[in-house]
């Protein structure tokens, strides 16, 4: 890490979501160093802007015209790259439209996917539950990224499977973790829990348990409770 | 009607027949195979179909995988995987432990690949860190040594389990004699047989210990001599090939579709190995061929497991002629901000802390026990973002997506490991063969239960 990381970045660069409170995951407990006031904001690198540099650029514009050719408009929301990798980040009403292309154009032909793997961001007001998607491409030995979101409150997405059979089980169990609907898929079951177990286990909301101590009724607090570096 | 209503103990719970919208169920559990029998002849019984649960507790499941077959006499027609057995929630735990601490539990999922969990959970870190160009080469090559002898011992075990599936138990003595050898090795270079948590972000735990090169060097001279034993013992066997050809047939097609990788992959003819396609840590300077097959079948994939693990071995050699001139070079990067400050060493108590570094930190620099306690205790900060690095496992494309919320632990990590993406071709490769099959055609997937349920 050098120096810069310290600096603040510049405006467009960073995209804030949520914030980060304190140091050592006290609240209200007699943190008296004076770490429990700090507010720092959380910074996902932001949208970047064309040229992305190298193959990115390739694969960007083909998708561009392949989209506009099958007439799907404002398919992509932005594209982000960071540390040598680029991510796609599509509207979810045009993700199987975009899956498509990518895989049957010649000049993407991303034939492989990799699979789904969801990320739950409580703070990302009306997109809390992103679904992540890598995809490969072995005839040009290319490798990209689609993230697509929707909010809580209405937890679909469509199914690629018709696209990538691989995702049947992944998508299973990120509606097993998450609870993200995939519509569309051919027998959306539960894959890793029990099929009558309550609750999405991955998302950041999920009660964890803590631990009974046999020694004057004492428990160890749940893990997301604990004091802990933050 | 109970047939197995004991006088003393009353009906056996886990035995017996119910009634179910799907019809009569039958619980074997051992008991008299004559009364069951004859139970099933008071049912007219109108038609063939049978719906068998194999598993979890199948000895030839690898591990708990539970298979629903529906049979139409000895002809599978349908074939279900039921998974989760082995559910743990690595992912989840590996939220609340600092970047380091990750490795521990990564290493845990595919047991018999652990070197390749720490690694694509590694390098996705220091992708989203930015200290890929800094780790040291002597950590890179540790790393790849690491990795290559553990794709013999996990292709051995694959090999070894898959003969003794179909009855040649040799192949199973053998096959995990040498595993065992490799075991000892793993022992003397990270102190653990398995579950290691060696591979660390920033390099690896520990320097080799003094001799290791040499024991390394003996076992590729056995190796050498032991590998082609199962070559004679197996590749012309007619039992062994009239078990295996044209078993598990599935094509590249359909390998791409499915999204499988590794020797299934490859063992349609096409070469696609990312330690070549896409190389990390260093493999671009190593010499090796991609081993390919062109029958698509279980027998194609032993061959390509096996002929793996001869470029292994090639892999291993050269890892230890650079090694033998990088003695005393760092195997941790140089960032202290980064770095694992500990370091262990033999005492005369047995393995401990270093005593150096005890001194260092409690005798002459304050710094020094300050960047300790924070990095021990409170660990780094990654900044925020996300990663994936997948690299080649003995199972086909393993990596991790980490994402960082600038924190000091995870903020997500998933694993999309090779056994449970490649085990949905079970159905697949089995429907419309024989139930034995079925055992052999997924022994050539050779799915590892601990990475599927995870």
Known sequence: MSDETNLPAPSGEVEQIGERRGMFGAAGSGDTSGYGGLVQPINYPGASQPPYGGWFDTVAEALDARLDHAGVENAIEKVVVHRGEITFHVQRTALAAVARQLRDAPELRFEFCSGVSGVHYPDDTGRELHAVYHLTSMTHNRRIRLEVSCPDADPHLPSLVATYPTLDWHERETWDMFGIIFDGHPGLARILMPDDWPGHPQRKDYPLGGIDVEYKGGTIPPPDQRRSYS | ?454
């Open chain 2, 1 to 454: 009607m109970d047939t197995s209503t004991n006088p003393t103990t009353g009906p056996d719970p886990y035995a017996g027949t119910s009634q179910t919208s799907e019809g009569r169920v039958f619980t074997v559990t051992g008991q008299d195979w004559d009364e069951l029998t004859a139970s099933l002849a008071d049912e007219v019984i109108g038609e063939e179909r049978l719906v068998v649960n194999m598993g979890p507790q199948h000895p030839s499941t690898h591990g708990v995988l539970r298979l629903i077959l529906e049979l139409e006499g000895e002809t599978v027609t349908e074939a279900r995987c039921g998974i989760g057995y082995l559910h743990t929630g690595i992912e989840k735990n590996m939220e609340f432990r600092t970047w380091t601490q990750g490795v521990t539990f990564c290493t845990r999922m595919d047991y018999l690949s652990p070197f390749f969990n720490e690694v694509t959970y590694v390098l996705g870190t220091e992708r989203l860190l930015d200290i890929e160009d800094d780790i040291p080469e002597k950590a890179q090559v540790m790393r790849v040594l690491l990795m290559e002898l553990n794709r013999i011992s996990s292709h051995l075990v694959a090999i070894a389990t898959g003969g003794m599936e179909i009855g040649a138990l040799t192949v199973m003595t053998i096959g995990f004699r040498e595993r065992e050898l490799v075991l000892d090795l793993f022992e003397l270079i990270t102190g653990l047989r398995m579950n290691h948590a060696f591979i660390r972000p920033g390099g690896v735990a520990q320097d080799l210990p003094p001799g290791a090169l040499d024991e390394i060097r003996g076992f590729v001279a056995l190796m050498r001599k032991r590998l082609p034993e199962y070559a004679a013992l197996c590749n012309a066997n007619p039992i062994f090939k009239a078990r295996l050809e044209g078993v598990g047939h599935l094509d590249l097609e359909g390998c791409l579709a499915l999204g499988i990788t590794g020797p299934v992959l490859r063992s349609t003819g096409y070469p696609w190995d990312l330690r070549k396609t896409q190389p990390y840590c260093g493999y671009e300077d190593y010499e090796f061929d991609v081993q390919t097959w062109d029958t698509a079948d279980s027998y194609g994939r032993f061959r390509v497991r096996l002929n793996e693990m001869h470029e292994s071995l090639r892999l291993v050699e050269q890892c230890v002629d650079r090694l033998a001139g990088l003695e005393g070079a760092p195997v941790m990067i140089a960032d202290k901000k980064i770095a694992w400050p500990s370091q262990l060493a033999i005492g005369s108590d047995g393995l401990g802390n270093s005593l150096d570094h005890i001194r260092h930190i409690m005798g002459e620099s304050m710094e020094a026990l300050i960047h300790h306690f924070k990095l021990v205790t409170e660990g780094f900060r990654v900044p925020a973002g996300q990663a994936y690095v997948p690299v080649e496992s003995p199972r086909g494309e393993l990596g991790a997506h980490v994402v960082s919320d600038g924190g000091t632990k995870p903020f997500r990590a998933h694993f999309r490991d090779p056994s449970f993406t490649n085990l949905q071709a079970t159905s697949v490769m089995s429907e419309g063969g024989m139930v034995a099959d079925v055992i052999v055609a997924i022994a050539s997937v050779d799915p590892v239960m601990g990475g599927v349920d995870r």
